[in-house]
């Protein structure tokens, strides 16, 4: 990279962008000015990316969310040019790090199905695989979360406000999507995906919804203004936010017409190309393309693409949806059936009435060959794609897929054999399992430069940034004290840094000396946050009891966000605060124990959470966390995990030994046995310390803020609410289970240097979940495509 290059660039870019000297120029212009000449920079080596892989066959990662987080601390790293740039920016009197923090993330997700995503992108460039993502750029990203008279609220996130340098507006590449309403534009931008290294740049393909014509002009004319502008602001809500509520049918319909909007703009830009590279030979097209649906929300690509093919191209409809045969295969992130998308049929009638007439041709196909098979219709019936009235997509997705996948061990079991089984039996050859991964430039490299120059060091240079299997090689430190040492002065002084970061962002003083025990990811029942909450608040009252109780020092911290419409996660939120506050207010008790929830966590609020953990909290009920991928970026970073046997837990103290880990509760098998004479109501009984806790809720302890919210999550627990069984989660089932191992959590963190131990063994055994790892088995084992050079 050259420095005085991009300091000439910096500002002439000053002088047209902003009018002025780059000596005047504001921090989130200096961040702009940067931005956009490092972009000046890759054009070049971005086009000779697509151009080398014209000659190859590439795959399309179609999401409905990326969280891509911040950008240009990310590029530098991986332009290898940190310590240049922070060098440049030091000459021009500012810190790189203040620079940085300027930088909204890009927050297109809501949690680790889109981190996942972003993660996949980082490490396809980085493995030199031909992938391009396509995704929609949500204007205003999902929500920004704050807190307020003790209670989660939301605003809109307007993570453009300074603008948008790290993508290219391709005006040129604009199609038309047309709904039975009313035909939109789709404006792509490209986001180049940097690889380790820089030579080579994928691209992230992000969709914004435009109106073929600004405003009415007739209208306006009239004076009638707000109907000037009606088909406007119903174009641009398609690329508005993500998830908009959908608790009416006006909500469903703008969710349905989002999903088809990225999914039509996609495939009509991957058949484009390909009739420009291939001409129309349509028996090619799964040769070319490999096309993976993650999750459920862009599975209607499917007949998308069947559509553009038979009523664009002239195929026949048979030869079409064997062509979709050969190219779509799909990911399964959950069995949570809230999130198995079904939508009702008469909604998509109104929307896209074709759509729906080839879905129900491939159905037909589907009884048909089900049929011949000798399937009953009572046998058939978990197959379907249309009954009750709605369009079951999953079903689409496994019919029509040529692969089907899981995201950890454990998960694609569960799909085999219990949730997918009727699927498994009729096409065992299409499943497969993919452990999931994390990309180590952004969380180890960018994350924890400390820890990532202290592995350099030892290992003699940075090849492992590029293959994490070599962090095997620091477990003969296990015994060098000096190592140790240092290691434990790493966690320390990010534990410094984040206790700053949250006394200056949530005004809470934190000790960096207590152990930092640290739970954070989406906030969802079966994650039981609540859990961890009424353990906290009967270690309140045990110290209430008695002071002298002999725990280390500890802070708990959360971060989380509750979907807006999701009124129990709002619930439990407002608990964790309010035991935040009794704690932290109580003179005696604070000063062992502080609880602390981080606003708006995201993605760069997780870079700094992370490397400051002792403890990684994962503790939801076995069988409902698909994978997780918040635990191994924490394990990577050195936190022993405290879980349950559940989603890649189970691989992560597979690779570093349960002595290095807490894991305790019930497990998928005792859940089995257990759940159909369930009585919650009987740990309430028989558990002094538990009661007390679940009576605290409705006693008076703790303050609801008048809404209620705790009694009805008390009810939850103990009752039932509305059809809901009482305590769905096991929550109280594994109270005990989980207090006797927090109890081994503090004895063990009493010896420094066996805690040390454990923290180098989770590091030194953490290299399997790289994304780098995941991606090349994506590549290998389903899309069948190469690196290229
Ligand atoms: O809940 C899963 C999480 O366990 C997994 O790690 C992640 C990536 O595979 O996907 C999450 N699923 C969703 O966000 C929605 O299906």
């Known amino acids: 990279m050259e420095k005085q290059c991009i300091k000439e660039y910096m500002e002439m870019y000053s002088k047209i962008a902003y009018g002025k000297n780059l000596k005047y120029a504001t921090k989130p212009e200096i961040w702009g000015a940067l931005s956009t000449a490092l972009m000046s920079q890759i054009v070049d080596k971005w086009h000779d990316t697509r151009k080398a892989y014209k000659a190859h066959k590439a795959a399309y990662y179609l999401s409905a969310e990326y969280l891509m987080g911040r950008a240009l601390g990310n590029n530098l790293i991986n332009l290898q040019a940190y310590d240049e740039i922070a060098e440049l920016l030091k000459e021009l009197g500012v810190n790189v790090n203040e620079i940085e ?16 995503a972003a993660c996949f992108m980082d490490s396809s460039a980085t493995m030199h695989l031909p992938v391009q993502g396509y995704g929609l750029r949500y204007r205003n990203g999902l929500f920004k979360q704050y807190f307020k008279d003790g209670g989660q609220l939301e605003e809109a996130d307007e993570w453009l406000g300074y603008g948008d340098p790290w993508s290219i507006r391709k005006d040129d590449y604009t199609v038309e999507v047309k709904f039975q309403d009313m035909t939109v534009k789709a404006i792509p931008y490209d986001v180049p995906i940097i690889g380790y290294g820089g030579e080579i740049i994928n691209t992230l393909r992000l969709w914004q919804a435009e109106p073929l014509c600004e405003f009415n002009f007739n209208l306006f004319n009239n004076q009638e203004y707000d109907k000037a502008l009606e088909e406007k602001n119903r174009t641009e809500d398609i690329t508005r936010v993500l998830y908009p509520n959908d608790s009416n049918d006006q909500g469903k319909l703008l969710r349905l017409k989002q999903q088809y909007f990225l999914v039509s703009a996609s495939m009509q830009d991957i058949v484009r ?25 862009p599975v209607l690509a499917i007949p998308e693409l069947i559509r553009i093919l038979v009523d664009e191209e002239g195929e026949e409809f048979d030869k079409a949806l064997d062509i979709a045969r050969t190219t779509f295969a799909y990911t399964n992130h959950t069995i949570l059936q809230e999130a198995l998308e079904k939508w009702d049929i008469r909604l998509m009638e109104i929307l896209f009435p074709r759509i729906l007439q080839i879905i129900k041709a491939i159905d037909e196909r589907l009884q048909t060959e089900l049929g011949h098979k000798g399937y009953t219709m009572e046998k058939m019936n978990p197959c379907l794609i249309l009954k009750d009235g709605k369009v079951h997509m999953a079903n689409l997705a496994i019919y029509v897929g040529f692969a089907l996948n899981g995201v950890a061990k454990l998960h694609t079991e569960i799909l085999k054999e219990t949730e997918l089984h009727h699927w498994y039996t009729l096409y065992p050859y299409k499943f497969q399992n993919k452990t999931n991964g994390i990309t180590p430039r952004r969380w180890l490299v960018l994350a924890n430069r400390e820890l990532a120059h202290l592995i350099t060091n030892r290992l003699g240079n940075e090849s492992w940034a590029m293959d994490l299997t070599k962090l095997k090689q620091l477990t003969k430190y296990i015994e060098d004290e000096g190592f140790l040492e240092e290691l434990m002065a790493i966690k320390h002084e990010k534990k410094v840094q984040l206790a700053h970061y949250i006394e200056e962002k949530e005004g809470i003083t934190i000790d960096p000396d207590s152990l930092f025990d640290i739970q954070v990811k989406r906030l969802h029942e079966y994650k039981r ?123 992560i103290v597979g690779e570093s030994g349960e002595e290095n880990n807490f894991i305790f509760g019930l497990r998928v098998e005792d859940i089995e046995k257990l759940q159909n004479n369930y009585n919650p109501r009987a740990y309430y009984e028989q558990n002094p310390d538990l009661k007390r806790v679940l009576d605290a809720l409705v006693d008076g302890t703790l303050n609801d803020g008048g809404t209620g919210c705790f009694r009805e999550l008390y009810d939850s627990l103990l009752n039932g609410v509305n059809w809901d069984r009482a305590d769905q989660y096991y929550v109280l089932a594994d109270f005990k289970a989980f207090k006797e191992e927090q109890e081994k959590v503090f004895e063990a963190y009493k010896n420094k240097k066996k805690w040390a131990q454990m923290s180098l063994m989770n590091i030194a055994n953490s290299g399997v979940f790289s994304s780098d790892r995941t991606i090349m088995q994506y590549a290998n084992e389903i899309w069948g495509i190469n690196p290229v050079e």
Request: aromatic share 10%.
């Open 529 to 651: 946050q609540h859990l961890n909450a009424l353990y906290i608040l009967d270690l309140y009252f045990r110290l209430k009891e008695n002071p002298e109780l002999d725990i280390p020092k500890v802070t708990f911290i959360f971060g989380a966000k509750a979907f807006p419409g999701y009124y129990r996660a709002k619930s439990i939120i407002r608990l964790i605060l309010a035991i935040a506050d009794l704690i932290n207010k109580d003179e005696g008790v604070s000063k062992k124990m502080k609880v602390v929830f981080v606003s708006n966590y995201n993605v760069s609020y997780a870079q700094k959470l992370v490397p400051a953990a002792d403890l990684s909290k994962q503790i939801s009920t076995a069988g409902k966390e698909a994978s997780g991928t918040g635990n191994m970026k924490l394990m990577l970073n050195g936190a022993p995990t405290f879980g349950t046997y559940d989603g890649a837990n189970v691989e």
């Open 273 to 297: 190309d390909f009739k420009k590279h291939h001409g129309n030979v349509w028996g090619d097209f799964a040769k070319w393309h490999a096309i993976q649906l993650n999750d459920t929300h």
């Open 101 to 116: 923090e300027v930088e909204e993330d890009a927050a297109l997700g809501n949690g680790g199905l889109g981190r996942l």
